[in-house]
């Protein structure tokens, strides 16, 4: 039986699949190839870039106008700065496609052969020169994960694939193919070897083209889920793929990965008679995000990175970015881990990554957390609001001030304290839902425990700065619209200079809102 595939490229065989050539515009590439042009494909980590990509040589050599091989480089990422060895990692992963892939054993014999007398400054351009120039067919190179090099290694190579450039298509490959997460223009070098850095657009200024994998559309996305209902039998509700479709917005792993939780990694969803649910989906999501999956994870490990960090973190304050070099911008788009949306500018990509991000920045404040009894429980089980704000009072006066250093980002810090303390009180039960955009001054939440669904406004109020309360109220109550609330929370965090301390200015209040809802606000 087939599955959705979470781990490497598909199999026909073993997974379910869209046709992987109809991601891309074949035409295009095919004339690129056939104009022997060097050019670049780029997509964000596990969206099928691989797959495709062993598509395309396989179509090539059924073809039979070229000889196309795939190597995937990145073994030389291992011996960083030493060229040589990095070179040798190349010329090896290249022969060693060039065997399995069009069963070429003479390629193997010759890199062995010039390994053992070449150095690795000129080893890559030597090897492909002799090898294109026995070839019977033009050669197509497809080079992957050539942007996990780095310094000097990736720089020998980008220039020795230069210097045989006018060598194509006799005496070197007609066609390069580079393959990696980011642009070219993005490959920022810095190498031992030169005294400031260099960009991979200038070490590889002969690129004719750079082309980008995109995630799956609507109806895409809904081809690859039926897949399973026609070889099982199991259906999706209509509105469990649109849940699916509203969690991912297209992007191919999280539609793989929902999926497969929901069908396959969950007992009750492997009977097949039952249909897959909006409420599998649901839990199939936080099980995700519980378990850190691998593909969350690293995504989540980027927000360490100081380009990163300059613009999430202004992102989650609802912030203005500042100046911001394009190329950044460029840069998380690149990664997969924003978008440009009409109408709204730069966004996180999806729902589940807006989710996971402020999640993980918690997730410290959250370890540090002492231990909370839950006083804000009735008899029954049930959330009891004011003996939530009563609880919250007394942690954020104890417990607000040494938290806040734990926070990574601090212009959040009060923002990701607090919601520490929100998934203490969820703790698997419930969900907290977060709603944050640059330029709107706030972040949203919304808990949701049971029958009790709260609505909350967190707002910071700055040295400069008008008292944020009269703005808050007003963007609550569109907020608690939205919700279906008649009644919400609106919590300010004074990070003005010369403040008291927070156990002492922490204190709570009743205001009305201007559509007349009663609104706690919480001053901490």
């Not at 360490?304 to 100046?323: C, S």
């Not at 959250?366 to 609001?385: E, F, K, M």
């Not at 977060?434 to 009790?452: H, K, N, T, W």
């Amino acid at each position: 039986m087939r599955f959705f595939n979470t781990e490497g490229p598909n199999r026909t065989d073993l997974h379910y699949n869209l046709p992987p050539l109809q991601r891309w515009n074949l035409d295009e590439i095919l004339t690129l190839i056939a104009q022997e042009k060097y050019f670049l494909l780029h997509a964000p980590r596990q969206t099928g870039k691989t797959t495709c990509l062993l598509a395309l040589a396989k179509l090539l050599n059924q073809q039979g106008h070229y000889r196309a091989v795939y190597a995937n480089i990145e073994p030389a990422q291992a011996v960083r700065e030493n060229v040589t060895l990095g070179m040798t990692a190349v010329v090896e992963q290249i022969s060693r496609g060039a065997r399995d892939q069009i069963g070429d054993a003479q390629a193997t014999t010759l890199a062995y052969a010039m390994i053992a007398q070449s150095s690795g400054s000129t080893l890559v351009e030597e090897f492909l020169t002799q090898w294109c120039a026995t070839s019977p067919l033009p050669v197509v190179l497809i080079l992957d994960e050539v942007d996990a090099l780095v310094g000097d290694t990736l720089i020998a190579l980008l220039r020795q694939l230069r210097a045989g450039y006018t060598k194509r298509p006799t005496q070197f490959p007609q066609t390069v193919i580079l393959c990696g997460v980011r642009d070219l223009r993005d490959y920022r070098i810095h190498a031992s070897s030169e005294k400031t850095a260099i960009t991979g657009g200038s070490a590889f200024n002969i690129k004719a083209k750079s082309l980008r994998l995109g995630d799956f559309n609507a109806d895409e996305m809904r081809a690859l889920l039926l897949e399973h209902t026609k070889e099982t039998g199991q259906v999706f509700t209509p509105e469990a793929l649109e849940r699916v479709w509203t969690l991912t917005l297209g992007q191919p792993w999280l539609i793989n990965a929902l999926a497969y939780e929901a069908c396959f990694d969950n007992r009750a969803g492997r009977d097949r008679s039952q249909p897959i649910t909006v409420e599998r989906i649901d839990q199939a999501k936080e099980n995700l995000i519980l378990r850190r999956v691998t593909h969350l994870d690293q995504l989540a490990d980027k927000l360490r990175e100081p380009r990163v960090r300059q613009i999430i973190e202004p992102m989650l304050a609802g912030a203005a970015m500042g100046e911001v070099a394009n190329d950044d911008i460029q840069y998380l788009i690149d990664l997969g881990l924003c978008r440009m949306v009409s109408g709204q500018g730069l966004t996180i990509a999806n729902p589940i990554y807006r989710e996971v991000l402020p999640r993980t920045l918690a997730f410290t404040p959250q370890a540090s957390l002492p231990q909370i009894t839950p006083t804000w429980l009735n008899p029954d089980g049930s959330l009891n609001p004011g003996q939530l704000l009563d609880a919250f009072l007394r942690f954020w006066r104890q417990h607000g001030q040494p938290l806040l250093g734990s926070a990574p980002y601090h212009e959040i810090a009060p923002h990701l304290v607090l919601m520490a303390f929100l998934h203490r009180v969820v703790n698997g039960d419930g969900s907290l839902e977060r709603e944050y955009a640059i330029g709107s001054g706030r972040m949203d939440l919304c808990l949701r425990y049971g029958a009790a669904t709260m609505g909350m406004e967190l707002k910071v109020w700055r040295d400069g700065e008008p008292d944020p309360l009269k703005e808050g109220l007003a963007q609550l109550d569109s907020y608690l619209g939205g919700l279906s609330l008649e009644t919400g929370w609106l919590i300010i965090f004074d990070r003005r200079t010369g403040q008291p301390p927070i156990r002492e200015r922490t204190s709570s209040s009743e205001q009305t809102s201007p559509q007349g809802r009663p609104i706690t606000v919480v001053r901490a």
